[in-house]
């Protein structure tokens, strides 16, 4: 793999493994002026940087097809809370850079804080709706950040699609709904199935921080869903008895804390009661250091 460039003017597009890295919004827009010129599309995979496998998933989807891929790597403070993991969150750009182009990513956009909220900034991006249960309820705000950064993001980026990971599945319905209020629906979204370690865990930036026992612990919310999806698979339609399944073995699990779980329209979030179409089946917990969340779709029968 070749060192990222710091060219900050992309005129063409670079060689596999060899992205350009901007920081301002200018050039960001010229990047996707480039791409348009050669007559290819732009798809855009927002992250926190920490690349994983998943990330690389998107990665790939989005190089598919020919499109000029940017990824964005900007740890957004203000998807944080005041107690939450903003300073220790993993930071590794160098090492991003170089996982994303040899995925596919011609260019990475790592802005500063200041230059997505400059000095004076007043405007957020406030969803109803889907925020409102589950990861909103928990972490007052958060969903607020995430739809602000969002919409700025893409406004800076002027993308064709943008892919996001089903693994975040509060956050692809909150941010669908986002997009279709702001008329920022010709802009074509994509989710990618959640990508997984060998054992079930969901990769996740944050499984960095599990220590050995944890990992081992982390395996309830994955195992959780297996049982809640075997009980809807038995024939299983009272919501809560499904999230019983899951809830008892995140309970059953020392080193475990769980926070919900929850059987959930995928689109509203709103709960439901009885299992008669697609719902989302989300669990979230603490685990050592760790909060992880992991969510799988279930169907009646
Ligand atoms: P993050 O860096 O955590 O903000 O994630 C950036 C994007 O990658 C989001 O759309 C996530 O949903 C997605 N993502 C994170 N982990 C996974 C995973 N294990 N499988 C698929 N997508 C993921």
Redesign the pocket.
Known sequence: MHAPTTDPTPHSAPAPGQPVVVRSVADIRRAGDAIRAQGRGVAF??????L????L??VRDAARGGDGVIVSVFVNPTQFGPNEDFTKYPRQEARDAELAGSAGAGWIFAPDVAEVYPEGFATTVTVGGPSEGLEGAIRPGHFAGVATVVAKLLLMVRPDRV??????AQ??AVVRRMMRDLHLDDIRMEV?????EADGL????RNAYLGPDDRVAALALSRGLAAAAAAAAAGERDARRIEAAAMAVMEGTPGVAPDYAALVDPDTFRPIETLDGPAALCVAAKVGPARLIDNTLIRPN
Do not use: Y
């Open positions: 995979v927002p992250t926190m940087g920490a994983h496998e998943g990330h998933t998107l892919l996001f990971g089903q693994k975040d956050q692809v990618v199935p959640t990508v997984r969901a990769m996740s930036s």
